[in-house]
């Protein structure tokens, strides 16, 4: 099977997230599409990895990986807090840093 | 005897200091122990004089090292005196002719209650004008330069209770500081071209450097000339100095501090020579201001305003001779100290007659005076036979010499120079005459019954005894053997001019124009009775009595250009200036109100920014790439 064929697949699923990021208000919905982004970035590099017959891309993937892990453990913690004084979970409204 | 030349300094500099500090202890002795100090300064500048007389020609240079005053770097500047024949010279006219004018002040001024205050500023002057002279560098020259300034203003204006003394200080402070300036620039100038400002070695380095760079210096040079000898364009201050007590009008607007300039561009000389083109400029200055300041002496029917232009015109005559090159220093400076005595004499007498007549200085107010103050008369008339140059008299001598140089300064430039001379010469006759004649001939036109006319005490008689007796034997006793110009001739070099009319032609021409003035002044004050309230009087008439309208033109050029100018600095200040500055904040103001509203706290904007800066960067990459 040719790799190219990932890659559009991760192009896809890039776009996707990054439209999700633009367009979507609910701060969860913002949150899974930048998790989508950067799947789709990890999967782009498994790609190249095999491609390239080396296992850089593999090693990057799984940086990425754990970086998303911790910023998934501060970034939900964020929107939970502003859940709880705000009562909402819209990232328009949480525009000023003042209640 | 070197070390006896910093004395010559210091004993007036000791009275100054004592008589200001001093206070009221020392009033009732004070015009004693100033007079002490300036007679004790003439004796030393007499004991120096005997030294260099037993010394051989070339070795009648002494040198004194005080200590080194600034030293940062390459530049070097000692307190160091230099006593050679020239200010020899100046030494003997400036401490005798102060002590005379000391010693008549006492007389003068006794009743003036400031009179311990008077004496401090004459012995400050004495000591800057010594400084002035016996410095070994230009620097320490200026200090003396600014010295007498600073006296002078303070004289000119010591009854400061006058509005009109008080102004006239200012004016000749201020003017003389527009020559103060061109001192100063000539020697930064000097620093720059030769890096040193001693006379011995930026008068020896004047044949190594360019004629353009010598000739800036000499044109500054003349121009702080101009300001201290009160020449043209500098010269307005001198006619209103002489609100000052009449003592100073003799010794320091007469006889001493006004040939500073005479001293500094003969000084100077060999800066002169190697800059023809800044002669030419000595030589027309001295030729137009001796007859501007004759033409102003021809209208005055204030007797010591009629004397300061005459002043004036004299200081011309030294300073056309100066800039004729060897061929005139030594007559400039032989014309300087001959014109010290009778001048001085001329403005004691005036003085004197004042003392007698209540102070009033109107020549309209005066006449028929002579039986009245027979002393005054007759030394008042000897200074006046020298002045115009009576065959014998000391002005005869000198003035002869000096138009006979202009006239071989050669060619048209000789001819309209000796013309000048000449006519010059004619004038001073008339106007000389007319103070004369209004003054101690005719009817009495002063009113008997307010006024008593009585000859002063002898402490004043004795110095202008004094003085015209310098005044008849002086340029006789100079031209004797030449004697004067051979002594002056190691430093100022000396050489015969050829002039293209002979000596004896000269002579007889000033002769008859001298016969011309006096008779033309007859025949208008002398065989007519002269009218006690001025006649309105021609156009040039009504022009002279106005200083050629040097106040009006000063006026006009430089108070209303100066007005001018500000009002349009201001106006190019608020506009341009400012007009920048604002400018750069307004819109700076404005391009941040513009940029703030980027940060709209929305999220999601700024993910499309970063989208759009990412796309940026990526398409950036790739268009590098394809090139």
Partial sequence: MNPVYYLYLAALLFTIGGAGV??????????????????????????????????????????TMVVAAAEV??????????????????????????? | MENLIALLVAAPLVGAALLLCGGKRLDRTGHLIGSLFAVASFAIGVALFADLLGRGAEDRTLHQYLFSWIQVGGFRADAAFQLDQLSMTFVLLITGV??????????????????????????LFLAAMLLLVLADNYLLLYVGWEGVGLASYLLIGFWQHKPSAATAAKKAFLVNRVGDMGLSIAIMLMFTTFGTFAFGPVLAATGETSEGKL???????????????????LQSWLGDAMEGPTPVSALIHAATMVTAGVYLITRSGAIFNAAPDAQVAVVAVGAVTLLFGAIVGCAKDDIKKALAGSTMSQIGYMILAAGLGPIGYA???????????????????????????????????YGGLRTYMPVTFITFGLGYLAIIGFPGLSGFFSKDKIIE?????????????????????????FYMTRVMLMTFFGEKRWDPDTTHPHESPKVMTIPMIVLAVGSVFAGGLFSVNETFVKWLEPVTSFEHGHSPVSATTVTAATMVVLVLGVGLAWAMYGRRPVPATAPRGSLLTRAARRDLLQDDFNHVVLVRGGEHLTRTLVYLDHSLVDGAVNGTAASMGGLSGRLRKLQSGFVRSYAVQMLGGAAVLIAATLLMRGV
């Fill in chain 2, 98 to 123: 102060g002590s005379l004018i000391h010693i008549y002040s006492i007389g003068y001024m006794e009743h003036d209650e400031r009179r311990r205050r008077f004496f401090g500023y004459l012995n």
């Fill in chain 2, 331 to 365: 007559f400039a400076i032989m014309h300087l100290v001959t014109h010290g005595f009778f001048k001085a004499g001329l403005f004691l007498g005036a003085g004197s007659v004042m003392h007698g007549m209540n102070d009033e200085v109107d020549m309209r107010r």
């Fill in chain 1, 22 to 63: 633009l367009i979507r208000r609910n701060a969860i919905v913002v949150f899974m599409c930048i998790e989508l982004m950067l799947n789709a970035c990890n999967l782009a590099f498994v790609t190249f990895s095999r491609m390239h017959g080396n296992l850089d891309g593999q090693i990057i993937a799984f940086f």
């Fill in chain 2, 215 to 233: 000739t800036a210096i000499g044109l500054m040079l003349l121009l702080a000339a101009c300001g201290k000898s009160a020449q043209v364009p």
């Fill in chain 2, 405 to 429: 140089a202009a006239f071989a300064k050669g060619g048209t430039e000789g001819w309209i120079l000796g013309g000048a001379a000449l006519l010059g010469a004619a004038i001073t006759a």
């Fill in chain 1, 73 to 99: 453990v501060v970034g939900l913690a964020i929107i939970v807090s502003i859940f709880r004084t705000r009562h909402t979970a819209s990232v328009d409204d949480a525009s000023l840093m003042k209640l």
